[in-house]
Nanobody, 124 residues
Framework: VQLQASGGGLVQAGGSLRLSCAASGRTVSLYNMGWFRQTPGKERTFVAAINWSGASTAYADSVKGRFTISRDAVKNTVYLQMNNLEPEDTAVYYC??????????????????WGQGTQVTVSS
C-alpha cells in the first residue's frame, strides 16, 4: 500500500493539529496502521497505532489523553488528532502500514509500508 501523510505545520503550545494518512493501492481497512515520529539524530519512535478492525489501539505514554488515532474506511484514510500540543511533540511524523494483525503494532520493524513524513513544529 502507498501512504501519503499530510496535515503537519507550525502551531503554538496548547494548540491542535490533525494529521492524515491517505492510502492507495489497497484498502486501509485491511491494514494495521501506526504513527511514529522522529527528530534529527534520534531514532524513530512510536506514537499511536490501530489494528485493522479498529478494535485495538495503542498510544505512547507521552501522548495518552492528548492524541487520538482513528480510521475512515470510506476515505481510506487514517487520522491522528493531536490536542494540547507541547514543544516536545515537535518532530517529523510518519504513518506506517502492516497487513491484517490482531493487535495494534507499536514497533518500527513490525511495519512494511511507510509514508514520506510530515513536519510538526510546536512553538513555546
Amino acid at each position: 500500500v502507498q501512504l501519503q501523510a499530510s496535515g503537519g505545520g507550525l502551531v503554538q503550545a496548547g494548540g491542535s493539529l490533525r494529521l492524515s494518512c491517505a492510502a492507495s493501492g489497497r484498502t486501509v481497512s485491511l491494514y494495521n496502521m501506526g504513527w511514529f515520529r522522529q527528530t534529527p539524530g534520534k531514532e524513530r519512535t512510536f506514537v499511536a497505532a490501530i489494528n485493522w478492525s479498529g478494535a485495538s489501539t495503542a498510544y505512547a505514554d507521552s501522548v495518552k489523553g492528548r492524541f487520538t488515532i482513528s480510521r475512515d474506511a470510506v476515505k481510506n484514510t487514517v487520522y491522528l488528532q493531536m490536542n494540547n500540543l507541547e514543544p516536545e511533540d515537535t518532530a517529523v511524523y510518519y504513518c506506517a502500514g502492516k497487513q491484517l494483525f490482531a493487535r495494534a503494532l507499536t514497533a518500527v520493524p513490525e511495519y512494511d509500508d511507510w509514508g514520506q513524513g510530515t513536519q510538526v513544529t510546536v512553538s513555546s
